[in-house]
């Protein structure tokens, strides 16, 4: 009699490679992706541009042009958790709009008032992330009904303790954040602060999606009910995801009070603009997909595509348009990609053993096989 | 068989409450202000194309605003908000009351932008001085939050429930509000219009400045003199569709082809985020010698776009907001700063106290709008220091009651 | 019976509520919230966002968002309003052109997301930036004019009640058996529900979801010529003035529509749509800060979702029998 818990193969077998395919092979599989597509996307805009206005491929032009991209790449990371999980944050204007408004009034013209606002302002931050996750998750009310309530009310408190405009600009020493960077530096002439910024917050990320923080995340978003099985904390998990993207905001807002100044438009409609970025870098909206350096690309794509419009002389009337289809058209292909990246591709290195006829036993009638 | 015939008695019955409890708002029968009629050529209202005409722009209008920027007004200098040009009055003999103590209705088109929030405050104030001096009891307010049909409800609202002896309407839109300002003069009560105009004559008074048009030649004349040909100048615009602000824009691009000023408009919604992308973009592009804008917020950060790019200071034209004011002090470029005279807010009340006093009013009360210029702004900036950024130079609050505080603290009432 | 209460039993407890706290509060202002010129404006402001949240209602089911309404308001204002261009014998024309063009943004708007798989969101986000780009491009302010005999709808009233509230009223209940009664209604509740074991049952997933797109967008329509009709002309703003899309959606959820499809109905989104009117009223009334009124609108929708968002929500109808048209009405005011 075989023995049922025998090996089912005799012959040796040669130990599976850790990845499949040359490193070329893998590049050009991951950009098939939409989350890597969205790179190339941003090579051919950055080539675009350039062949229309060769004044952009100056390094000093690109490298200022990254640091404006900054605050909504930053706000797009931020955006990319909470998408992630299955949720909607939009609250992100308001959010942006009550730090740069808050810092207009508190800070003032006095610097020593810096440090202890920037804390509040991350304090104030943190609290919107907090009381958007557990609505959410305890209250069971729908994200996206939850952040438009807070979005309405965050906006409508600010204009009425404000008195519908702010005081003014605060001292230069805090909107050097926004508008200054390291000086003098060869080629590029100068390193704006907030792509440093960016570049931190972007390692950050990248770090923390591949904790078990991370990987829970793309599983709560995938399938909740396993996730919750698995015995993963969803409300704790999802409420650090607003948290996370509510300081996105609130350090979006920080660099945009140095780059734009303090008004109430500041940051209007940022949250829908962030979720653009988050599907052009090929995030499914619904959750459970999607690299958040991705996102962050995304960003830079709907930049970029901004001042291709300007570079071409389209007229003001029409940008929207164009930008509307370009998006269907990009989301549309990154959809596509999807479904097709999906199917497992298999190349010759593999060793691959044939189950010959006499390794693979048939199964004894009344014998359990393991299967039900 | 039972059930059919009670429902068809039912359905009869209600057919026939239903019928006699028709009824039709009345102001439909009286004829239509049919949209192609054409307004005389004193009037400064900015009046729709016809289905034919491609061009918004009304020539008859931009001559006659034209104008009207060098006219003489009557009344005193040192006052403004009570200065017309003369022209055809209305009798108000019949509105002429002893009693005083009346109530008047605001419908307001919003608050939404400081403009409009430093003129909110300002009417209060001299809401004040009215109460003080008992020509008024009170005066209730709907804020339409720029939504034409909330405004429509609103003014409705206060035909029916509001038991007003006068109307102050400040419309959201010109073609829009027109049936229900026609509806409010029909009451038999004094109609005030102000800021943006309908398409009817019947209120009792219209106040406004000169004009969009007015703006738009003011501004572009003093780029075109202050630039040469073929310099390029970017338009930065709040939103389209906005027929006030096209008509300043109308008049701008006009005067820019004829004298060969390469002008690109783009809409920025008013972020100053936008408005410095917008420049910066532009001077990668190339030299950007001039910026105009149709309406001043967000200027700081259009000249904060040139200082961060280590470029000279375009010429430019803001507006009378502090934030314009007093970057354009500090930074010394050659600019304007024309105005749509935010005086304008006393003006309904204090026309409001001559028509219950049965002095006469003019029909269409036009309020001087002088741009300010570099020799007079010290003397803003010194009136108006301590006031927010978002707060208008010529605001003409300074005899009112809580001067500065309240204008400083920017309590929204 | 079920006494447990239903989410649309509660929305309606939630409406009486509100309508209770209205009265008092109005009262407290001196007026009475229940003279016919204060009905008839808050009947009025029910009017146009309900068309709109109807057509939500239907696009949400299915499973997807429509965010294109204000821009489709917009447009069909002055398709409608150029068309009629003010003559009594254009009116049919002029109703017909606003509504085909409405039906073809619909259509597309449905295939993007059908065929090209793209979300909702993101489809109709983009549908409605090309359509605010051609708006912005062709009219530069107020265009078009209704004729007197259309201005009739929006000026009509029986009682207190205004003309645009009955037909509104009517269009929800045609929507009501549409849902009920027709195939296409049970589709698009299997659609939204779980889409794969509907294709799998043998639907073809694509028509449910256009169709409801295609009558979101009609519905929008006709909340636009509505308002063609009350403002006498077309404005290529008004839809954005509104703020209908988002306004929408929250009335819809509001009544208790679940956001990820598949369960809902339109009673709720109706009463949805009264509480927000009755709000809005009140608010106006005690002359409120504009801008308080928008954090009490954020705080009233979550606050009222909250309520009963832990409850479960009503089952679907059972596929198995046809109720008539007077047990339809009943099962979804159950």
């Known amino acids: ?372 | ?413 | 019976m079920n006494r447990r209460l239903t989410s649309t039993g509660i929305v309606y407890a939630v409406l009486l509520l509100s309508l209770v706290v209205g009265a008092v509060l109005t009262a407290t202002a001196g007026r009475n919230f229940f003279s016919t010129g204060n009905i008839s404006a808050i009947l009025t402001a029910t009017s146009i966002l309900g068309f709109i949240a109807i057509g939500q209602t239907l696009v949400i089911l299915v499973g997807s968002l429509d965010l294109s309404v204000p821009y489709v308001v917009s447009l069909t204002s002055l398709v409608g309003g150029t068309v009629m261009g003010g003559q009594s014998g254009n009116i049919v024309a002029g109703l017909l052109a606003a509504l085909a063009v409405a039906a073809v943004i619909g259509i597309a708007n449905g295939l993007v997301v059908s065929l090209l798989h793209v979300h909702g969101f993101i489809a109709t986000l983009g549908m409605g930036l090309v359509v605010s780009g051609y708006l912005a491009t062709n009219y530069q302010g107020s265009a078009g004019s209704a004729p007197r005999d259309f201005r009739l709808i929006g000026a009509t009233q029986i009682g207190p009640v205004p003309l645009s509230t009955l037909i509104m009223l009517g269009t929800a209940g045609a929507a009501i058996l549409l849902l009920r009664r027709t195939r296409l209604g049970h589709h698009l509740y299997a659609v939204g529900g779980n889409t794969d074991v509907a294709r799998m049952s043998g639907l073809r997933t694509s028509v449910p979801v256009v169709a409801a797109h295609v009558l979101c967008s009609v519905l929008a329509g006709l909340a636009g010529l509505l308002l063609l009709a009350r403002l006498s002309v077309g404005s290529p703003t008004i839809g954005s003035q509104g703020g209908y899309d988002l306004m929408s959606i929250a009335a819809v959820v509001l009544g208790g529509t679940l956001l990820a499809g598949g369960k809902g109905n339109i009673l709720g989104t109706l009463a949805g749509v009264g509480i927000f009117a009755v709000m809005d009223n009140v608010m106006s009334v005690m002359s409120v800060n504009p801008f308080l009124k928008d954090v009490i609108r954020g705080l009233v929708i979550v606050v009222a979702v909250a309520v009963y968002a832990r409850r479960e929500l009503e089952r679907r109808p059972a596929r198995f029998e046809r109720p008539s048209t007077l047990q339809a009405a009943l099962e979804e005011a159950k």
Not at chain 1, 31 to 47: D, H, N, S, Y
Not at chain 2, 205 to 228: R, S
Not at chain 2, 302 to 316: H, K, L, S
Request: glycine content about 10%; some cysteine.
């Open chain 2, 1 to 413: 068989m039972r059930r059919r015939t009670i429902r068809a008695a039912l359905a009869s019955a209600a057919a026939l409450v239903v019928l006699t409890a028709c009824s039709t708002d009345d102001s439909l029968d009286e004829p239509d202000a049919v949209d192609s009629a054409a307004t005389e050529g004193g009037e400064a209202t900015p009046t729709e194309e016809t289905e034919a005409s491609e061009e918004f722009f009304v020539q008859a209008d931009f001559d006659s605003q034209d104008e009207q920027r060098s006219a003489t007004f009557e009344g005193d200098e040192a006052e403004p908000w009570l200065q017309y040009i003369d022209g055809e009055m209305t009798d108000t003999s019949e509105f002429e009351s002893e009693g005083g103590g009346k109530k008047a209705c605001f419908a307001n088109a919003s608050i939404s932008n400081p403009w409009r929030q430093t003129g909110w405050i300002t009417m209060n104030q001299q809401l004040e001085v009215m109460i003080e001096n008992g020509v008024l009891s009170e005066m209730e307010t709907r804020d339409a939050q720029d939504d034409d049909n909330t405004q429509l409800a609103d003014i409705d609202y206060f035909i029916s429930e509001g038991n007003c002896d006068a109307f102050i309407i400040s419309p959201n839109s010109t073609a829009a509000l027109t049936p229900a300002v026609e509806r409010a003069c029909e009451t038999g009560k004094p109609v005030v219009v102000f800021d943006r105009g309908v398409q009817t004559d019947c209120a009792t008074t219209f106040i406004h400045p000169i004009g969009g048009y007015a703006w738009g030649i003011d501004t572009a004349n003093f780029l075109v003199e202050n630039l040469e040909e073929g310099d390029k100048v970017v338009a930065l615009r709040i939103l389209p569709g906005v027929d006030v602000l096209e008509t300043r824009w109308a008049a701008a691009e006009k005067i820019f082809e004829e004298n060969g000023i390469d002008a690109v408009d783009y809409f920025t919604g008013a972020d100053p985020t936008e408005i410095k992308k917008i420049i910066s973009d532009e001077l990668v592009q190339g030299d950007v010698q001039g910026v105009w804008m149709d309406a001043g917020d967000g200027a700081v950060a259009a000249i904060e776009a040139f200082e961060d790019a280590g470029v000279d200071y375009p010429v430019m034209t803001g507006e009378d907001e502090m934030s314009f004011l007093r970057k354009w002090e500090e930074t010394g470029l050659t600019g304007l700063a024309p105005v749509y005279s935010n005086f304008q807010w006393r003006t309904p009340l204090l026309a409001l106290e001559k028509i219950f006093a049965g002095e006469e009013v003019p029909a269409e009360w036009v309020l001087p709008q002088v741009p300010i210029t570099e020799d007079e702004r010290a003397d803003f900036l010194a009136a108006n220091d301590g006031m927010p950024d978002g707060h208008y130079a010529k605001f003409g609050g300074e005899d009112l009651p809580g001067y500065p505080q309240v204008w400083q603290d920017r309590v929204i009432p």
């Open chain 1, 1 to 372: 009699m075989r023995n049922p818990t025998a090996p089912l193969q005799t012959g040796r077998r040669a130990p599976l490679p850790e990845r499949q395919g040359s490193a070329a092979a893998r590049v050009g599989a991951g950009a098939a992706t939409p989350g890597g597509a969205v790179f190339v996307l941003v090579a051919v805009l950055v080539v675009a541009i350039i062949v229309a206005n060769p004044n952009f491929g100056d390094p000093g032009a690109l490298i200022r042009f990254a640091g404006r991209t900054a605050p909504i790449a930053i706000a797009a990371m931020g955006q990319y958790f909470v998408i992630v999980s299955g949720e909607f944050d939009l609250s992100m204007g308001a959010v942006v709009t009550t730090q740069v408004v808050m810092a207009g009034n508190l800070i003032g013209q006095d610097e020593s008032r810096i440090a202890p606002v920037m804390a509040l302002m991350l304090l104030v931050g943190t609290a919107i992330g907090v009381v958007n996750g557990l609505v959410t998750t305890l209250l069971k009310v729908p994200s996206f009904i939850v952040t438009l309530g807070m979005m309405l009310a965050l906006s409508g408190l600010v204009r009425y303790l404000t008195g519908g405009a702010a005081t003014g600009n605060p001292v230069d020493a805090f909107r050097q954040i926004g508008r200054g960077g390291i000086e003098d530096v060869p080629v590029v002439d100068i390193i704006p602060y907030p792509l440093i910024i960016l570049t931190v917050l972007a390692v950050l990320a990248v770090l923390l999606m591949r904790r078990p923080y991370g990987r829970s995340l793309i599983a709560a978003g995938d399938n909740p009910e396993a996730a919750h099985l698995s015995g993963v904390s969803l409300w704790w998990l999802k409420t650090r995801a607003f948290v996370l993207s509510s300081l996105a905001a609130t350090i979006a807002g920080i660099i945009l009070v140095g780059y734009a100044g303090v008004h109430p438009s500041v940051g209007q409609g940022y949250e829908f603009t962030a979720i653009t970025a988050v599907v052009l870098g090929g995030v499914l909206l619904g959750g459970g997909r999607g690299w958040v350096l991705s996102a962050a690309a995304g960003a830079f794509s709907l930049e970029l595509l901004f001042v291709l419009l300007t570079s071409l002389g389209v007229p003001s009337t029409w940008r929207d348009t164009v930008q509307g289809l370009i998006i269907i058209v990009a989301v549309a292909a990154a959809s596509r990609a999807w479904q097709v990246g999906r199917r497992p591709r298999r190349t010759a290195q593999a060793p691959h053993p044939e189950p010959t006829a006499s390794s693979t036993p048939t199964p004894d009638p009344g014998t359990t096989t393991g299967e039900k």
